[in-house]
């Protein structure tokens, strides 16, 4: 078999900004034939042809001190055309030293060059018309100063709060497709809904992950399996992350005890699906001075759940269902001691519940404004499967 024909092409531009690229400057794909020092590219009977990348740089290297910038010609689809470029080291490389191109009007853009192969070029051309054509590009963009801590700081309801939550689901050890793992997901998903948990669907999407088991006496591997020198099998098994909203927004409520309370008198229990919940509210007490139990009563009313996503900032959310099918929710009776053991020392607790569309009672104000995350108009909870 005959060797592959290569030309001297630019595989990229050290230049991420696409949008400051201009059709005067080197390009991804552009093919180079030769190039020629600026007084002279008119004549092309002086254009010192190149063979390779190596000797294009050793070119490159001898004229580097004795002139400004060169006119290269290139080829870019069915014309050839010149184009003005400096001479510049190329620190990319870390063998010998060699030289490159860039762009005149921009220090960024600096070319790396290749052997490549004519079909290789072509892909870069297109690539790179894509990105120039200003249909794709819009504006030119440019980056702008953003206070990230005022703003965390002031529209989230807890500053580690990400807002948005999820849970992983990882395949049973006998679900062969990533159907059934779906599948799976959605029936959790529609059952905390039914039971009144006011979650909003945002997303799905698979992710993989890699576990470690303890090698079986066989010694057989997968495919998908990598056996380790430990005894141990390392695997990477495709799960689904299902990403929601916990409600349309997350309410912060501060229960404040009072001399002689022994409890701060909310009634919580865990759901099937993990989430944890304020079933009941003791009349006069901390949890109901804060509104806790009035929320309660409405919820009742309208078939919701009041249903805590923070305790003390420390989500309480469920993160992952294992291959075993177990639920990895937060410990329900470690919850519990935490409480009781802050309404012994009279501490003030923290904690946040998920709202839920038309919600008539007003919780208590938070001390900052917080952004409600509405559904769509035409949300609607999803019915049980």
């Known amino acids: 078999m005959g060797s592959v024909h290569t030309v001297v092409g630019i595989k990229k531009v050290k230049q991420k900004a696409s949008q400051e690229w201009k059709e005067t400057m080197p390009l991804p794909g552009d093919i180079i034939e030769g190039f020629a020092l600026e007084n002279k590219y008119d004549d092309d009977h002086l254009l010192i042809p190149i063979n390779g990348r190596s000797e ?140 009144g948990a006011p979650l909003i669907f945002v997303s799905i999407q698979t992710e993989q992950t890699v576990i470690s088991e303890k090698t079986n006496s066989t010694g057989r591997e997968s495919s998908w399996s990598r056996q380790q020198n430990s005894g141990n099998t390392l695997r990477i098994v495709q799960g689904i992350r299902l990403w929601y909203l916990p409600g349309v927004a997350e309410v912060p409520v501060e229960l404040i005890p009072e001399q002689g309370e022994t409890r701060f008198g909310m009634n919580i229990k865990r759901t099937d699906e993990g989430l944890i919940c304020v079933f009941s509210v003791a009349p006069l007490s901390a949890a109901d001075r804060a509104g806790l139990r009035q929320m309660c009563e409405e919820a009742n009313r309208n078939g919701s759940l009041v249903v805590m996503t923070k305790l003390e900032g420390r989500s309480l959310l469920p993160s992952t269902v294992c291959s075993e099918g177990m639920i990895s929710c937060s410990d329900y009776c470690e919850i519990k001691e935490t409480l009781s053991s802050m309404v012994e020392e009279m501490e003030s607790v923290h904690i946040q519940v998920m709202a839920w569309p038309n919600q008539t009672f007003p919780p208590p104000s938070p001390a900052v404004v917080v952004a409600k995350l509405r559904p769509p108009s035409e949300y609607h909870f999803m019915p049980p499967l």
């Open 56 to 195: 294009f740089s050793s070119q490159l290297g001898k004229i580097s001190r004795q002139v400004e910038a060169i006119r290269v010609k290139i080829r870019r689809g069915d014309i050839s055309l010149y184009v003005r470029a400096c001479v510049v080291p190329d620190k990319g490389s870390k063998i010998s030293r060699r030289f490159t191109i860039r762009a005149v009007s921009d220090d960024r853009h600096v070319a790396v060059l290749g052997d490549l192969t004519l079909d290789q070029c072509t892909d870069l051309q297109e690539m790179s018309r894509r990105m120039m054509n200003m249909e794709y590009r819009g504006f030119n963009q440019k980056g702008v100063k953003y206070d990230w801590k005022m703003k965390v700081g002031t529209f989230l309801p807890n500053p580690r709060s990400t807002v948005i939550s999820s849970i992983l689901f990882m395949p049973l050890t006998r679900e062969s497709s990533i159907e059934a793992t779906t599948a799976r997901s959605m029936a959790w998903f529609s059952a905390a809904v039914s039971s």
